[in-house]
């Protein structure tokens, strides 16, 4: 079947530290891949995604690239502030279908 | 555009007492979905809508759980009787797939407690 692992939280840095959050997954097909963070109190959203082996989805100074050969999308970034203090999930879609398949989220605290 | 809206952002019933969920997707968006979100068991996907018409249930966890979508602008998951194990933060979202670039997007969530 289809499933995402991500590396088991909570994770705590400091204000400035460089980040990885560790994800791989399992698909019967060609999976679309995603991050997705939580704030507190609020819903998911999309951070980035890749929908195609080597590919680079990046936004707000995160990063994550797609490796088939290793079934990954490792989430990093190179300096992280108190405001990426947030759950992140990590997801797949196979490509022609519209369930949405998440980890089970990381929860990252970054103090000052 | 408004986003993904739902009601009522918190929810305190009694056990045994009928709760009803309501969500409207962003408007042109054709799937829907209910997932229900705890700490022990993380996001679950409860049941999506495709053009109105429920695709797969399987998620939903017994009968006491319903959900509708009559047209494509208003959804409601509906609980009854609910039960203490049903405290959880439910979400919706809506999504289109254009080419392959998959809108996901999620509405803020209820929080349901059942006392």
């Known amino acids: 079947g289809n499933s995402v692992t991500q590396m088991e939280g909570p994770v705590t840095l400091s204000e400035e530290a460089f980040l990885t959050i560790n994800c791989t997954y399992t698909?019967?097909?060609?999976?679309?891949l995603f991050w997705y963070v939580q704030y507190p109190g609020e819903g998911l959203q999309l951070l980035l995604k890749?929908?195609?082996?080597?590919d680079k989805g990046s936004n707000k100074g995160f990063e994550a690239t797609y490796r088939k050969e290793t079934t990954s999308f490792h989430l990093e970034k190179g300096s992280v502030q108190v405001s990426d203090s947030a759950v992140y999930f990590c997801?797949?879609?196979?490509?022609?279908?519209?369930?949405?398949?998440f980890g089970q989220g990381t929860r990252l605290t970054i103090n000052p | 555009d408004a986003g993904v809206i739902q009601s009522p952002r918190h929810e305190v019933t009694e056990m045994g007492q009928e709760v009803t969920l309501r969500c409207k997707p962003i408007?042109?968006?054709?799937?829907l979905f209910w997932y229900r979100q705890t700490m022990m068991r993380g996001l679950e996907l409860l049941i999506y809508?495709?053009?109105?018409?429920?695709?797969?249930d399987s998620g939903m966890p017994e009968d006491r759980f319903s959900a509708k979508m009559p047209n494509a602008s208003f959804s409601t998951l509906k609980i009854q009787p609910s039960e203490p194990r049903d405290s959880a933060v439910y979400f919706c979202?809506?999504?289109?797939?254009?080419?392959?670039?998959?809108?996901?997007?999620f509405g803020s969530g209820t929080r349901l407690t059942v006392v």
């Open positions: 997801a797949l879609i196979i490509q022609g279908a519209q369930k949405l398949v």
């Open positions: 698909a019967t097909g060609y999976p679309s």
């Open positions: 890749a929908t195609k082996a080597d």
């Open positions: 408007s042109g968006h054709n799937s």
């Open positions: 809508f495709n053009n109105n018409v429920p695709i797969d």
């Open positions: 979202a809506s999504i289109i797939q254009q080419g392959g670039n998959y809108g996901y997007t």
